[in-house]
């Protein structure tokens, strides 16, 4: 197969913002997932108060606890527990943790509880580490004095690796004593924060270089009803007094039933900006604009009572980029981060669509073009591709000058090697395109049968190289979902996948990583036998320059089961190096996956090519995605 790539014909400039990452919390992504918190339920918000807690049956002699809400003093935080411990012997709450807490041994683990005494007799708390047998592998003890509500710590070094352990916080009395967010950390996190999120988990999303981060969702965004849409503003400031919510994807999909899926908000807008900025990506929140998921309740705010969903949009463009002089700037400030995060663009609204979408668009996008007219808007095209929800979203929003269309596409693996070239044609003039949530899906969605296999990363290689070839409209593109813990999951296919110790990449993981640390800076046209690539006899390409190291980047992608032997003729270059980096990712089997034992099974290898005169020879293996980097002049 002979393909001719013209070097120096700068096509156009490779967006900053490729290749990006979508963030949800969705099977366990947020709470416990990224974020570190091991005690799930720690406020005792959740709808069943004690969910998440237990008494041991040789404790419950020892005592009481009452929960006792206290709205009209804390809306926020309305909950705690009242414990009274009767003095004969001890009483004690365990906790489960979200799918048990995964515990590492020799690492230092941080306690904290507010906590305040009822009685002058006060109640002394020790809090234990138990292993799946119950037995104590770290401990520690706080000793609460006075009667108004104050933070206690107290910390220890794990003697034993446990990936479900529990929490039991036994009280000795005789008194009463009133509790409240009951929090156990590594003190491990990324960067070492308080409050924060699990290191190997950033780590995998930091390797990816993503251009951009989009949070918090996803339907999430959206709630199943109105009340329980994503407030941004209800997860900033201290943690104790961010609200707790259901989650939406509680309870959702019967192959995985999660009853105690709740939004603590430990993870909230501002640790989405924080990393954001951590992993180099740039930030992009989508708000909720006035609908709820169209999938379920189908409600709407009523047209006149729009604003506070448009000041909460208007607001978070203070509270990321406002001078500390602002209010919202000003609380940034004292969150830690005076200086502003850089926000350019937003979306307004996930998967919507109709014409109530637009209208409430509308009124959206005038109001925070008029302030701020250099934030650039993300739309929705609704849940899937070219259907009629599609085509009315499309055409309406063309008309109305839109910034950036968000398409999504959750398909068979057939349609995305059909789809590869879904760009080459699409209007120029008008808005850009963000791919926002795609995967391969080897069943119907919403199926639990599917799976990270070989087959679907394949497919989605072949797609990218369209994406990437029509980098004028492309701007951004991620796939989704990200994450998923193995024993918490609502939805699969995910990118990344993790339990309480261990995460790995899938072999979709590896694809979009070779994209993201290939992406160079400017696309150059590729043709086969002078004619546009389609995927013509099941080989995909696209090809950039890089700047920073003066490299040509050919990416190729077999979907055959056979070898293909390619000739990739460099015209518009002096110089070509005579060997050249060859990136692969391949394998036999198109069932393959990657596990959590095995978890480099499909996975880069690197080698290096021979290339002689202008022509870049190989043969590539059946199903197999290339990347080949050569210095040129
Ligand atoms: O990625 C999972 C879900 O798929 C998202 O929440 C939603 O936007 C889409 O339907």
Redesign the pocket.
């Known amino acids: 197969l002979n393909f001719t790539v013209k070097s120096s014909e700068i096509k156009t400039a490779v967006s900053p913002n490729m290749w990006g990452i979508?963030f949800?919390d969705?099977n366990l992504s947020a709470d416990g997932g990224i974020y570190a918190e091991l005690v799930k339920n720690r406020s005792f918000e959740f709808s069943t108060p004690l969910m998440g807690w237990s008494i041991p049956k040789e404790a419950a002699a020892g005592g009481q606890v009452l929960i006792v809400n206290r709205r009209e003093a804390d809306a926020a935080n309305p909950r705690f527990a009242k414990v009274t411990v009767t003095g004969t012997r001890n009483f004690a709450l365990v906790n489960e943790g979200f799918r048990g807490m995964g515990i590492k041994a020799g690492e230092q683990y941080n306690f904290t509880v507010y906590a305040r005494q009822q009685r002058a007799t006060p109640v002394q708390l020790t809090v234990t580490l138990l292993d799946e047998s119950g037995k104590a592998i770290g401990s520690t003890t706080v000793s609460p004095t006075g009667n108004s509500w104050q933070q206690y710590k107290g910390s220890f070094t794990a003697a034993a690796t446990v990936p479900r352990a529990k929490l039991q916080v036994e009280f000795s009395g005789p008194g009463v004593v009133d509790v409240d967010m009951i929090s156990l950390f590594p003190q491990h996190t990324w960067k070492e924060r308080p409050n924060g999120l699990r290191a190997d988990l950033v780590q995998l999303l930091a390797d990816l270089h993503p251009g951009f981060l989009r949070f918090p969702?996803?339907?999430?965004?959206e709630g199943k009803e109105l009340t329980n849409r994503y407030q941004w503003k209800k997860t900033v400031g201290d943690v104790n007094e961010r609200t707790v919510i259901i989650n939406?994807?509680n309870n959702e999909f019967a192959h995985r039933a999660a009853p105690d899926y709740f939004q603590s908000f430990g993870l909230g807008f501002f640790e989405y900006f924080q990393l954001s900025e951590d992993i180099g990506a740039s930030p992009l929140p989508i708000l909720n604009c006035g609908m709820a998921c169209q999938?379920n309740s189908g409600e709407v705010v009523a047209v006149n009572e729009l604003d506070p969903y448009i000041q909460d949009a208007l607001d978070l463009i203070e509270f990321a980029n406002g001078d500390v002089t602002t209010k919202w700037g000003a609380l940034r400030s004292k969150m830690g981060h005076p200086a502003p995060f850089h926000l350019k663009m937003m979306g307004v609204g996930?998967?919507q669509w109709g014409p109530q979408y637009v209208e409430r668009y509308t009124i959206f996008a005038k109001a925070i073009k008029d302030k701020y007219p250099d934030i650039k808007l993300v739309n929705s095209l609704g849940?899937s591709p070219d259907g009629d929800k599609f085509t009315f979203l499309n055409d309406t929003l063309r008309k109305l000058n839109a910034d950036i269309l968000d398409e999504?596409y959750?398909s068979a693996p057939e349609w995305f090697l059909s789809n590869a070239a879904r760009y080459d044609s699409y209007d120029r003039k008008g808005p850009k395109i963000f791919a926002?949530?795609y995967?391969a899906h080897n069943k119907a969605?919403a199926n639990g049968g599917n799976k990270n296999t070989w087959q679907c990363a394949l497919a989605e290689a072949a797609f990218m190289t369209g994406l990437e070839r029509n980098a004028d409209v492309v701007v951004m593109a991620s796939y989704?979902?990200l994450l998923a813990h193995v024993d918490g999951w609502q939805?699969a296919p995910d990118l990344i996948w993790f339990d309480n110790l261990r995460s790995y990449g899938t072999p979709n993981y590896y694809v979009q990583k070779l994209y993201a640390n290939n992406k160079g800076n400017s696309v150059v046209p590729i043709v086969k036998d002078n004619q546009p690539i389609s995927g013509q006899d099941s080989v995909y390409a696209s090809a950039v320059v890089d700047n920073a190291t003066g490299e040509l980047v050919v990416k190729l992608v077999n979907a055959a089961s056979t070898p293909k032997p390619v000739a990739v003729s460099i015209q518009g270059a002096k110089n070509i190096a005579t060997t050249g980096r060859l990136i692969t990712l391949q394998s036999n089997d198109l069932q393959e996956l990657n596990s959590l034992d095995q978890p480099t099974r499909i996975s880069p290898e690197e080698k290096s090519i021979a290339i002689k005169g202008k022509t870049i020879r190989t043969e590539i293996a059946p199903w197999s995605f290339y990347v080949i980097r050569t210095k040129i002049k």
């Open positions: 979508f949800e969705i969702g996803g339907c999430i965004v939406r994807w999938f996930n998967e849940p999504h959750y926002g949530e995967a969605v989704a979902p939805w």
